[in-house]
Structures are given as C-alpha cells and as structure tokens.
C-alpha cells in the first residue's frame, strides 16, 4: 500500500468508551496489528493514542472502532483550545449520568431491571419460566458488548482477555440451566465496568481541573488612549498590556509595568502566602494566579500555548504516560495471566472428574459441580483489579504534586522518589536566596548603654539609617549586585527621599566607589581600602575581618574622610531552608549533603545555620558530579537539589534531579529537570518525598488486596461453597476498592505522616 509522508508523522487520537485498562490494551493490540505501524501506545488514564508508522488516519480509526471504541478528537491541537474544550466537557455529577452516556451502559441499567425477577425467584424459591426469560434478556442485552468485544478480541487481537473469560462463563452457565446466574454475571460485570469507567473518569477530571485555573478571555489596554477591550488569550501577544483588576485571575505570564498588588500564586506554586507584586519588588506573575486588592497593568511575556499553566498541563499529560516500572510489570503479568486462568479453569473442570470421579455436573441444586466451579474460577480470576490498581496511584499522585506546585515528570519518578536515602542539596540559589541582601549595619554613632556598637538591622536607628541613605546615594544607578542589595535595603527601611542621588559619582578599580551628596564626598570602599587610607574603629576593624573570614563582604563608608560605619552584606539562607531541612529528617531522611564551590568558611556557616548533616565546599560542577556518584555509593538512592544550569551534570547523575523554580529559571528547570519545585519554598520536597513513598504504599496495599481477595473466593470456589454471582461481586467490589484507595492520594495532606 502506497503511504505519503504526512502519515511517517506520529499520530495522536482521543480515545472514547474505556472502562478499564484492559480496553485499553485491546485498542493498542488492535491498532498495532495494522500494517506499517511501527509503534503504538494507550494510555488509559490519559485516553491519548500515540501511534507511529506508515498508516493513515483513517485506517487507524477504523480500526479502533472495529474495536467497540471510538475517537473523539486529534489531540495536536493548541492547548489553548484542547483546554478550552475539556473544561467544556460536563463531568457527570453522579453515576446513573455517567451511565446514560453510551448505549453500553444504558443496556446495563435495562439488564439491572430485567435480573430482578430472577433475584426474586433465588430469595423466594419461586420458579416460572417468566423469570427464566427475564434472566435470559438481561444476560442478552447487558452481555452484548462483552460477548461483541470477546469475539473481537479473538478475531483481531488474537488474544484471551477479560471479556472472553466472562463471555465463556455466561455460556458455560446456560449450558448447564443457571439462567439467572449467566445474567446476573453479565450485569454485575457490566455495571462493575461502568464503574471503573466513572472512577477512572472522576481522577481524569481531577487532572481537567487544572485546566480551569487559568481564564480564556483578558482585558488588553490599547495603547492609545488606554481603551479596554476583551479579547481570547488566544489572540494575545508578547509585548500586549493587560489590565488585571482587583479580585480577577491573571491570564497571562508577564510582568507588572503598573500598579501594586498581592497575589495568590498557589495554585501555580504551592505558595499559601500572598506575595507581594510591585515595580519595586518582585514583578513577575503567572497566568492562573488570583490578583488581590490593587488592580496590575502586565506586560505579557509569553503565548498561552507557552505559558506556566499550559506547560503545567502539558508536563502532568505527559507524565501519566510515562509508566512506572511497578505498572509496567504489572501490565506484563496480566498479558500472561489471563490466558494461564483459562487453562487452570479449564482443568479444574475436566480433571476431577475425569481422573477422581467427582460430578461434572451440578448433581443436585444444592451442590456444585466441577464444571460450574470452573465457570467460576473464571470469573473470580478476572485481572481487573490488579491492573488498575498501579495507575490510579500514579495518575492521583502526580495530579495532587501539581496541584501543590510540584512537577513530576512520571510515574517512575514518583517510584524513584519513594526510595531515596539521601540528599544533596546546591547551596547558592537553593539553600540560600542566590543574591546578596543586607546583613548588618555598624554606625560608629550608634551605641547601646553599655557603649558597644549594635551590629542588628533595626529600623528604628537613626546612624545606622543614615549609613544606609548615604550609601545609597552613591550606589543609586549602579548595577552591581552589592548596590542592589544596599537600595533594597533602603526600600525596606523606607529612607527613599532622604538624600538625592549623588553627583560625580566614580568608580576607583579595586577599591569601591566614590560621589558627592548635598556637598559632601562619600566613599564606599573595601575594609582593606579603609585600611589603606581611612581611619576607622578598632572593633568595626576586628568585626569586618571576621565577617570576611566568614564569607560575607563588609563595605566601609566614609563622608568627608571620616569614617561612619560599615555595611556588611551576604547571600541569606531562604526562610524556609530551616524548616524545610527539619521535615527531611522528619521523613526519614538523614542524609542531607550541601554541595558548594563556596569556601569552606562561608560553606560551613550556611551549613550550621540551615542544619545538613554534612558540607562539602569548593567544588567545580565536575566535583559535584563525583560527590552525587559517591553519596549514591555511600547510601543507595540520592536526590540531587539545583538550580538546573551549574548543577546539570550532578543532577543527571542523581537518581532523581529536583530543580527549583520560581520566578526565574522555572522554563527551563521543567524541561530538563525530573522534578521540578515550581515555588522557592523548599518545604515542597518533603511533601514530594511523603507524597511518593504514600503512593508506593498504596500500590503495595492494592496489589496484595487484588491478589489476596482472589485466593479467598479462589478457596471457596474449589471448596463449591463459591458461586458465580458472589466471585463477580468480589471482583467488582475489589476494583472499585483499589481505585478508591488510589484516589484517596488526590487528597494527601502538606503535614507529615
């Protein structure tokens, strides 16, 4: 068959009608089996086909159909408009909608009625041959997608799946006269389907509803005459300004060009405080964050396909389809599994009476015999249960550490994560603010009672202000990192409009920096420059070395050649570094590594402040490279925390790489981190490591329920105190409880277990 190039192009399809993950892998059998694919995979709980292969469109929906499914959509579209359109999508409020949807299921609330009689006729001992005919239409109508889909899987996958088992014990059933069991099977598999299909559909929108953080329309200024007008974000582009009013939710990444506000960034970043948006702070907004009592004129930085909440979105889909390596065995077990109980039930049926004499038949009403024990072995090996019990683990993991401002890149991530031992943590930019920031002023004006200089940040010190203003009048239209630590200092203590900005001011190499405030001639310059040439304190002297010994820098002013204090300014451990560090022991963690080219002095302060169980400083990226290879000897599983530029290579070496994100580096941190922190909060690590070692308990739970309900009911079966209708509630009752069990992690709390 001739192809053009268009089809060589992967494909990706919408799959509708799926109950379990077992329609899943009857589609991607399906599909493959059509000539010239190369690759094919379904996801069941992202329903997202992936095919790859000289094949048609088409061709490939056909064949899906031909499968009893169908495809609603490609899914290449704008993820603009695909979000727009799931949040389009009415999620059924309760099950009886859910099961109006397709005519599969309506057919099963038909069987639901039509089994009645029959149920009747079990608890009352009444027999007519009404009934039998009620018992006979609801095994019809409810058994005929699940025969349909049997005889499909028999003459296009060439396999033995869930629905053949069930579709041989319905027929093994009316051979021997057990009509109402035969229909009561179907309808409780039936109904049992359909749930898993509502459960399964409840943790899908779950993921949806991050869709619906972010607002479709935005309010864009023109710039001339600054006129309003409503528009699709879709129609947005950079450089546009948008007006955000008070109480609105931001549409688009971009920064403020106008207006103060706080801002509630959670459901982006995890963040429970409002942060504080303004042109002299922190600037930078995210599209889904909610505007608080100021209205913001933004300037957008980004296309909505590009944007923090639609790479969210795109980075949570994709990471459903990566399976963990639990699922991935699982998946294979059940492929093996099911054709091996048809042979077993086969055997259980043959084998006693052949060889022991024991009944084929039912000899009485009252007692089995082998051949029905084996229809019901049938039954109560069905693999349902323990093939969904390992994705919706995963799938409500990864939605509640989005959802917490946590980006995990897959299911075997969360398993990675669930067995670290160890830590290691960069210290600039991750432990610590990863800029410098005012630490002390020293006035030599300013004394306490007993005559010793108060080395604090107070604001109510008058010398020390002034220190400060002069200072940063100097350093006003400078773009060195220490003068902006100075005239943030100078916002925070509100001395804006004490001094104007200074005139002539000159830079001396090596030396610091020299200007002339309302006539008088300030020089900021290093403690070894004050040695040099200005007289200073003998103990402002011995403080300034030790704040040097220490890693921290001491800038010394002088006005008119007479010395006024110091400035002394460092990089600061972020405020939830201490708490964050505190929750890693308290989740077993008692490996935590910094890793650093720092020196040792400033390295070991930093350390003792925060609380790591051990330092280790001056070390190039191919340091850290070696220190991750020799902590994973040392300890097994290590995690490896950065800012995802400098520490790349340490982080592709750890079993898990965590980037922080935040305002800056969040773009490129999701795209080559496997973790990514969205906030600076590096409390959101311990919830991650909490959350993984949850779901990997939770999966642990489900596959032993799965199993260990089966041999029960697998027991009383051989016993013959086991019927059909009760193996079918079991196998039911059990998929429902592994799904429920999974989902609970939708709800797992930020405390610690």
């Known amino acids: 068959m001739a192809t053009n190039t268009d089809t060589l192009q992967p494909q990706t399809f919408t799959i509708t009608g799926m109950d379990c993950a077992g329609c899943a892998k009857s589609v991607e059998t399906a599909v493959s089996k059509l000539d010239g694919v190369t690759d094919c995979t379904l996801n069941f709980t992202t329903e ?88 006979i239409g609801a095994l019809l109508v409810a058994g005929w997608p699940v025969a349909r889909s049997a005889w499909r899987a028999l003459t296009i996958n060439r396999e033995i799946n869930i629905n053949v088992l069930m579709t041989a014990a319905a027929i093994g059933a009316v051979v021997i006269g057990a009509y109402t069991e035969a229909g009561m099977v179907m309808v409780l598999f039936a109904i049992g389907e359909a749930l898993e299909g509502y459960t399964a559909s409840r943790a899908r929108h779950s993921i949806r509803s991050l869709m619906d953080v972010a607002p479709q329309t935005a309010t864009r200024l023109q710039q001339a005459g600054q006129d309003e007008e409503t528009i699709h974000i879709n129609e947005l582009q950079v450089g546009d300004i948008i007006l955000v009013k008070p109480g609105e939710r931001i549409a688009m990444d971009g920064h403020v060009i106008a207006g103060a506000s706080s801002v509630n960034q959670a459901a982006i970043t995890g963040e ?25 004129e933004i300037e957008v930085t980004k296309l909505a396909e590009d944007n923090t909440i639609s790479r969210v979105i795109r980075m949570v889909e994709e990471a459903q389809e990566r399976q963990a390596p639990a699922q991935r065995f699982v998946d294979r077990f059940a492929a093996i599994y099911t054709p091996i109980v048809m042979l077993i039930a086969l055997a259980v049926a043959i084998m006693p009476p052949l060889f022991f ?82 630490t002390v002023v020293r006035s030599i004006n300013c004394e306490d009672e007993h005559g010793a200089e108060i080395s604090k940040l107070l604001d109510n010190c008058d010398p020390c202000d002034d220190v400060i203003a002069l200072a940063a009048a100097v350093e006003q239209r400078s773009e060195h990192p220490l003068a902006h630590a100075i005239l943030s200092e100078l916002t925070r203590r509100g001395l804006v409009q004490r001094y104007p900005i200074a005139e002539g001011v000159t830079a001396l190499t090596g030396k610091g920096v020299v200007g002339t405030v309302g006539g008088r001639n300030v020089y900021i310059g290093s403690h070894s420059s004050f040695d040099d040439g200005v007289a200073h304190s003998h103990e402002h002297c011995i403080a300034a070395a030790a704040d040097a010994s220490n890693g921290y820098t001491p800038m010394m002013v002088s006005a008119d050649g007479g010395y006024l204090g110091t400035i002394t300014v460092a990089d600061t451990v972020r405020e939830s570094s201490n708490a964050a560090i505190a929750e890693l022991k308290a989740a077993g963690i008692n490996n935590i590594v910094m890793l650093t080219g720092d020196n040792a002095g400033t390295a070991q302060t930093i350390a003792d402040e925060v609380g790591v169980t051990d330092v280790r400083a001056e070390l190039m990226p191919e340091d850290k490279l070696a220190a991750v290879e020799e902590l994973r000897k040392q300890y097994g599983s290590v995690a490896m925390v950065g800012d995802g530029i400098n520490d790349a290579p340490a982080l592709a070496a750890a079993d898990v790489g965590i980037a922080i994100g935040g305002a800056t580096g969040t773009a490129q941190a999701m795209e080559t981190a496997d973790v990514t922190l969205m906030s600076e909060d590096l409390r959101q690590l311990s919830f991650a490591l909490r959350l993984a070692k949850a779901a990997m308990q939770t999966i642990r739970a489900n596959v032993i329920l799965s199993i260990g309900i089966k041999l029960v009911f697998l027991v009383l079966v051989l016993l013959g105190v086991g019927t059909m209708w009760m193996a079918v509630v079991a196998d039911v009752g059990t998929s429902l409880l592994v799904t429920l069990n999974g989902m609970r992690l939708l709800r797992f709390g930020t405390d610690p277990a």
């Open 272 to 296: 429970s405080r409002l942060i504080e948006k303004n042109l002299d702070g922190d600037v930078n907004v995210f599209a889904g964050s909610v505007n608080g009592e100021g209205a913001l």
């Open 357 to 438: 004499g024991q009944p084929f038949w039912n000899p009485d009403p009252e007692t089995f015999g082998w051949f029905y024990r084996g229809l019901a072995l049938l039954v109560v090996a069905c693999p349902c249960a323990l093939v969904i019990s390992t994705p919706v683990c995963i799938i409500s993991a990864i939605t509640n550490a989005a959802r917490n401002g946590v980006l995990v890149k897959g299911g075997a991530y969360i398993e990675a994560l669930s067995r670290v031992r160890a830590v290691a943590l960069d210290k600039t930019g991750t432990l610590t603010q990863g800029k410098p920031a005012v």
């Open 48 to 135: 997202k086909l992936h095919v790859s292969g000289g094949v048609n469109k088409k061709e490939i929906v056909d064949r899906v159909r031909q499968a009893g499914f169908d495809v609603a959509q490609s899914s290449t579209q704008a993820v603009g408009d695909s979000r727009e359109a799931a949040t389009k999508a009415a999620q059924p409020q309760n099950f009886v909608q859910f099961m109006w949807q397709r005519l599969e299921t309506r057919l099963a609330l038909l069987g639901v009625l039509l089994i009645l009689p029959g149920l009747a006729e079990e608890v009352a001992g009444v027999e007519h041959w009404l009934i039998d005919i009620c018992s």
